[in-house]
């Protein structure tokens, strides 16, 4: 008797692999509708969990920052002045600048939020949480870490962090997301790409002058605060 495609794998290793399943190519209609209704089961999740009140922040940077690095403690700071000025602060859920945010967050008294994903190599939810949801796809996280916030806080990261910040640069300047502020954190680790934007991208025509200051630089996490109340 044939064995069915997944024979011999466990229901976590399909789980892990769901998204890369998903990215493969084209696959039968049936098999795509299926991975259709788990996207909406996922996002259905995702809202029933995060039922909170009052404004939140988002705030996105590396997993690779230990306690005592600078970023980590700037990560902290941001996230108890957040929590001190009323925000909720969502994260990735994870280590480093995620687990200082959340801390930061918890130890002010805020409501403190993760939305981790599953990897093939775990990244265990951060003990700092006070609420969190454990997503299959990148994309759905992303989208839920959009939906729920009125600003975002961009720290020191790599190329998930990139992505993360990008994403939201693109759905303000298509005008499918509202100005919210995007603000920046750690100074020279983002001058290079600043270079880029106006000395580049904008001189060839990519971008307009207004999309250079879609993100706002912030020294200190009270600035980012003032940032996004406006002052």
């Known amino acids: 008797m044939a ?8 229901l976590l290793q399909q789980v892990e692999g769901a998204e ?19 996207f909406f089961l996922e996002f259905l999740r995702a809202f029933e969990s995060f039922d ?3 404004p939140c922040v988002t705030v ?28 909720v602060v969502m994260t990735g859920g994870g280590p480093g600048v995620m687990e200082a945010a959340n801390r930061g967050a918890r130890e002010a008294g ?12 775990e990244q265990a939810p951060n003990p700092y949480l006070d609420k969190f949801i454990e997503l299959e796809h990148f994309f759905v996280r992303k989208v839920v870490m959009v939906k729920f916030s009125c600003a975002f806080v961009v720290l020191p990261g790599g190329f998930g962090t ?8 693109t759905l303000i300047q298509t005008g499918k997301l509202e100005r919210f502020p995007i603000i920046s954190m750690g100074g020279k680790f983002w001058s290079q790409l600043r270079l ?9 025509g990519t971008i307009s002058a207004d999309e250079v200051d879609f993100i706002h630089d912030a020294a200190t996490a009270q600035q980012a605060v003032d940032i996004i109340r406006g002052r």
């Open 110 to 121: 805020g409501l403190s939020l993760g939305c981790n994903i599953r990897l093939p190599h």
């Open 3 to 10: 064995q069915p495609p997944n024979a011999g794998i466990s």
């Open 196 to 204: 880029f934007a106006v000395d580049t991208m904008l001189k060839e």
């Open 60 to 87: 996105f940077g590396s997993a690779r920052f230990a306690e005592g690095h600078p970023v980590y403690t700037m990560a902290r700071e941001l996230g108890h002045a957040l929590a001190s000025a009323g925000y």
């Open 52 to 54: 909170f009140e009052g």
């Open 20 to 38: 890369k399943a998903f990215l493969s190519g084209r696959r039968q209609s049936e098999i795509e509708l299926e991975s259709a209704v788990r």
């Open 162 to 169: 990139l992505d993360e910040a990008f994403e939201v640069i």
